[in-house]
């Protein structure tokens, strides 16, 4: 008899695959690293010595990844960034390479995102979407770039997407569609900049529930069913998996792997068939009354 007993859970928080001190003297750029998954992947980096540069808008948000990166003891530098704007991500590296030296690594994990039918959607919330999640995750690695070439020094960029990439993510067009273009962004970067010691590779978190999430992603998982017995592994991701997966893509005992996007979700963008669930339309499972223009 085969037991049903689904994937073993994560070691426990705290413990690394890597050897300590495996990022001492190196600066980590994480934008959006103040909640939830950014802020798992910062921490994962400043356990193994990393000095932390965290990069986004709200101060509150700031002053929480902070806090979770002084509590490990290690050094953090935060810097108000809007990724939409190049001039505010020029001004933030300047920042991190006054106060820390050029970013080793780069991890482009800020993102937008809501649910939202596609015939509902606004111009300006598909362009704000796009804007933050595609245009941001290349202004920052432009920026990062860039610096390296001039400095001749080599780094490592990881952007942080999603597997709806691949398949289409009914109820997030805007987010899908922006994240595809992050994949396929990591495999023209990785060729483009690997002569220059530029490695880029992409990293998909599945579902990795956590407290920051915003109202609107909450809201959207509490309508579908108990999180666990729906993934192939019978357990959703802990954000510290995700920060050991960056922590060994951007080390160097990855640095072959180059225009690679890993996929941390248990197999669960796999599971399909052509006698899926019945189809409910994006409206009925948002409670959403009929399109009325
Ligand atoms: C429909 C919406 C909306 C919603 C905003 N808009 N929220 N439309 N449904 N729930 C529309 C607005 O009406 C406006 O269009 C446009 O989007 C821009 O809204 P603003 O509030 O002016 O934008 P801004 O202040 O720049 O904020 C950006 C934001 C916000 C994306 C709207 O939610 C945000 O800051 N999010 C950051 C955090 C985040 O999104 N995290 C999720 C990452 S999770 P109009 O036409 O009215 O001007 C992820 C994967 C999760 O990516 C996978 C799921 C399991
Ligand atoms: P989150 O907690 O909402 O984090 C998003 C972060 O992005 C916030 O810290 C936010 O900070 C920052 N951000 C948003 N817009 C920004 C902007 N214009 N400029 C600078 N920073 C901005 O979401 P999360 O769940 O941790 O998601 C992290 C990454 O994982 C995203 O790329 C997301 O698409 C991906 N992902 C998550 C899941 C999941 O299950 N959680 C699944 C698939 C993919 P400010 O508000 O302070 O700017």
Redesign the pocket.
Known sequence: MSEIIGLPDAPEMGAAALPAGTYDGQVVFV??????????IAQEFARLGAKIVI????????EA?KEAIEALGAEVLTVS????EPEQIAAAFDVATEGFGLPDVLV??????FPVPAEDMSPNAWRTVV???LN?TFFCAREFARRHFLAGTPGSIIN????YAWTGGPGFAH?AAA?AGVKNMVETLAVEWGPYGIQVNGL???????E???AD?QGNLKRTNDKDVVQPAMR??R?RE?GWAATFLASPYARFISGHTLVVDGANWQRRSLTNPPVVTVRDQMGKGPFEG
């Open positions: 934008t959006g690293a103040g909640t939830g998954l950014g802020k798992a990069a986004s808008r709200k101060p509150e948000h700031l990844g960034c809007d990724i939409r482009n994990n800020a993102a937008a995102n804007d933050i999640t941001g942080v997407g999603a597997s987010s994240k998909v978190p599945g579902l990795f529930p956590h920051d999430m915003t992603i959703v991701g954000p995700l």
